[in-house]
């Protein structure tokens, strides 16, 4: 599996206008093979930035997400640049080990 994860650092005031983007979105990541599931975090603390979680089959998968024409969609029209208190980062990640509460 693979893990991608933005840093989105929201400026005061604009939180509800970035949630309402994700859950207002039009599904399009959803639609892409290897797409396994997404996380919006949102911070316990102020300052802090949010999370936007993807997981994917492969790096490869992911990959073609980026290059699709879904993903130009759904980054189409974004928030004005005031609504974010600095730049985002992005991190992607292998995942080396997985655990959960066992299925009954």
Same mark, same amino acid.
């Given at each position: @599996?693979?893990?991608?994860?933005?840093?989105? +650092?929201?400026?005061?005031?604009?939180?509800?206008?970035? =949630?309402?983007?994700?859950?207002?979105?039009? $599904?399009?990541?959803?639609?892409?093979? $290897? %797409? #396994? $599931? @997404?996380?919006?975090?949102?911070?316990?603390?102020?300052?802090? +930035?949010? &999370?936007?979680?993807?997981?994917? =089959? *492969?790096?490869?998968?992911?990959?073609?997400?980026?290059? *699709?024409?879904? %993903?130009?969609? /759904?980054? /189409?029209?974004? #928030?004005?640049?005031?609504? %974010?208190? $600095?730049?985002? /980062? @992005?991190? @992607?990640? =292998?995942?080396? &080990?997985?655990?959960?509460?066992? *299925?009954?």
């Amino acid at each position: @599996m693979f893990v991608v994860t933005n840093r989105v +650092p929201v400026a005061e005031g604009h939180e509800a206008a970035f =949630e309402e983007r994700f859950r207002n979105r039009a $599904g399009q990541i959803e639609r892409n093979p $290897g %797409f #396994l $599931g @997404m996380q919006i975090l949102r911070p316990a603390k102020p300052g802090v +930035p949010y &999370l936007v979680q993807t997981t994917w =089959e *492969s790096r490869e998968a992911f990959e073609r997400w980026v290059d *699709s024409d879904d %993903f130009r969609q /759904a980054h /189409a029209n974004p #928030l004005p640049k005031s609504a %974010f208190s $600095g730049p985002s /980062a @992005m991190e @992607m990640h =292998e995942v080396i &080990l997985s655990a959960g509460r066992p *299925s009954r």
